[in-house]
């Protein structure tokens, strides 16, 4: 019997030589007739955007981290080559298991059944134009343009986006001058702080609880971002108006 979770390499030309095989017998099927148990796209998509969104772009899955490499690029050739959606599946389900360990990407974010389901996900829709449908486009909520933060006795409290999106909860922000105590509930697992810029406020970069920095401020116009590299570009940003 095979071994069928080899090294990546050894994985790769696997797939490939399967994909070729069935290329001309099977046209477009996607479904997940290969695998023992079906996939649940919907808590693959969530685990994704969790666990791998804050380090991979992924159009569909609208995640925009910049630490490692853009997903829909990623498998282009593959989709160029034809290759079905079971061969994208292995490759990625073999990259969860075996990252390479001189790269950022940590090995087992995800195990078992969980690992299976972010790997179907990732294989249905990545590299493949439109948008996600049915119960798939409501599987992560949208954060970011709720409703404004407002500041009560001296504290304003910003939230990271508990989904592990790349966003703050609250985009817009206010707050009178004066002393100010800023509060970054984080409950998403993912790095993140909140920095105002053009003042000293700046809160620690944490994982999991709330992130608090303190600091006096003038009236005017100011941005608000998070300082992990790559999330201010991917969105995490704001604007805080002080009176
Ligand atoms: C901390 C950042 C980080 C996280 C979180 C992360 N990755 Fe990665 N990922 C990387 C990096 C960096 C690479 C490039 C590794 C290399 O060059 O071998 C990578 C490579 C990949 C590749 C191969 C792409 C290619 O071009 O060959 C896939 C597929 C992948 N990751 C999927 C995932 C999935 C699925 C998750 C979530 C379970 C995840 N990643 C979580 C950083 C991350």
Redesign the pocket.
Known sequence: MIDLRPR?HVRLSLSLLLAVAAAGLVAGCTNNSGSEQSSNLVKGKQ??VQ??????ILARAGSK?V?????D???AAARQENWGDDGVRG??YG??LY??P?????AN??TGKD?AD??AY?STV?SKPGKDVGLLASAVAPAGGGKPAIEKGGILSIAADPNGQLLYVETTAQATAGPLEVQMPNQSG?DHNIVIEGTPIKSPIIKKGVSKAKGTLKPGSFVYYCSVPGHRQAGMVGKLKVR
């Open positions: 990546r685990l994704f666990k791998c969104g804050s380090c991979h981290g630490t490692g490499p853009n997903l690029a990623a498998f490759v990625v990259q969860i990252p390479n001189n790269t950022a990407m940590p974010l995800v690992a972010v790997a990732v990545a993912v």
